[in-house]
């Protein structure tokens, strides 16, 4: 069983730049949809974006143009790099896998395994 593993969280200034990874031993996690999900407390885990090992990507909307999700197939890693980043992008960033079936987009994503989580906290 995948169980992803994530790092890079911290505290930012708005408009700064953070890189979110995420990896897991023993899988390859091209085999799985991947994403990152963010919560805060009080609110519902947001979908954040994903990524289908064929390459397609899936952000949400208050993301767009300024967060991308990459693998990097040869060191088994995911990323969230993050950038122009806002107050209202503080939370506790996920990082998720799931098996892959016709998509791997936000909407049909089902998490079969989360990370620990990792904070990211921006400041105006």
């Known amino acids: 069983q995948v169980q992803p593993v994530e790092s890079g969280g911290g505290s930012v200034q708005a408009g700064g730049s953070l890189t979110l990874s995420c990896g897991a031993s023993?899988?390859?996690?091209?085999?799985?949809?991947m994403g990152w999900f963010r919560q805060v407390p009080g609110r519902e885990r947001e979908g954040v974006a994903s990524f289908d090992s064929d390459g397609s990507t899936d952000y949400a909307d208050s993301v767009k143009g300024r967060f991308t999700i990459s693998m990097d197939y040869a060191k088994n890693t995911l990323y969230l790099t993050m950038s122009s980043l806002k107050p209202e992008d503080t939370a506790m960033y996920y990082c998720?896998?799931?098996?892959?079936?016709?998509?791997?987009?936000?909407?049909?994503?089902?998490?079969?395994?989360w990370g620990q989580g990792t904070q990211v906290t921006v400041s105006s």
């Open positions: 023993g899988v390859r996690l091209r085999s799985y949809c």
């Open positions: 998720a896998a799931a098996t892959i079936y016709s998509s791997c987009a936000l909407a049909d994503f089902e998490t079969l395994q």
